[in-house]
């Protein structure tokens, strides 16, 4: 099995710009989370779901959406990129309330100039 | 106040030491308690879920705290292998983790 992955893998954009990073897990999982992970911070959650058809805000979720766009995809879209946003983003998920491991994708290095 | 306190490191030890980690967790409501590993650039992986009873798996024992709240990891007999960063992972009962910054941890030969 592919577990979760991300696509793309790296991305340079300019300030302004807007992308939708993709993730996809092929685990049957409920749950799919969003992270940052920046230099000293640990990973920070942006968005997560709970469920298919529902989102919520995680800590730092100012400046990206997100879309469960069905049990199997989690997209977090960047509409104006900043250069606070440089960051490496994970996506996760969780197979559901009884179990609490939560299984990540490599990750997109992301550099916003 | 940081959800969750690391002590960042490095912890540089040799072959075959005892180290201990240490993270204390600030939301007194936190239910579930986990540590993950994570390798230079690469995504976290679970290591151990710890609980209040204290668990081990192997060469690593992990205790709860729940009235300090404070979480520990004890490696036992250490590995090259063992060098990477450790996260404190606290979550609640709504679906959301809390990630410390991380201990490193450096195995020399």
């Known amino acids: 099995n592919a577990g979760v992955t991300q696509t793309p893998k790296f991305q340079v954009l300019k300030t302004g710009q807007s992308m939708t990073l993709q993730c996809a897990q092929d685990m049957n999982h409920n749950s799919m989370y969003w992270y940052r992970q920046d230099p000293g911070m640990g990973l920070r959650l942006i968005y997560y779901s709970a469920s298919e058809g529902t989102t919520d805000k995680g800590e730092v979720p100012n400046g990206y959406n997100v879309s469960r766009l069905n049990k199997r995809e989690f997209s977090l879209r960047l509409e104006s990129a900043a250069p606070s946003q440089t960051s490496v983003y994970f996506c996760a998920s969780r197979a559901g309330d009884a179990s609490y491991e939560q299984y990540f994708g490599p990750g997109t290095r992301l550099t916003v100039t | 106040r940081k959800e969750v306190e690391q002590d960042p490191g490095p912890f540089n030890v040799p072959e075959g030491a005892t180290v201990a980690f240490n993270c204390t967790y600030s939301?007194?409501?936190?239910?579930?308690f986990f540590w993950y590993r994570q390798d230079c650039r690469k995504e976290p992986k679970l290591l151990m879920s710890?609980?209040?009873s204290g668990n081990e798996d192997g060469r690593f024992t992990a205790q709860l705290n729940r009235a300090s709240q404070y979480i520990s990891l004890l490696i036992r007999d250490s590995k090259l292998s063992d060098s990477a960063t450790y996260l404190c992972?606290?979550?609640?009962?709504?679906?959301?983790?809390?990630f410390g910054s991380g201990t490193k941890l450096n195995v020399k030969p």
């Open positions: 710890v609980y209040s």
């Open positions: 939301n007194s409501a936190s239910q579930s």
């Open positions: 992972v606290p979550g609640d009962n709504f679906n959301k983790f809390y």
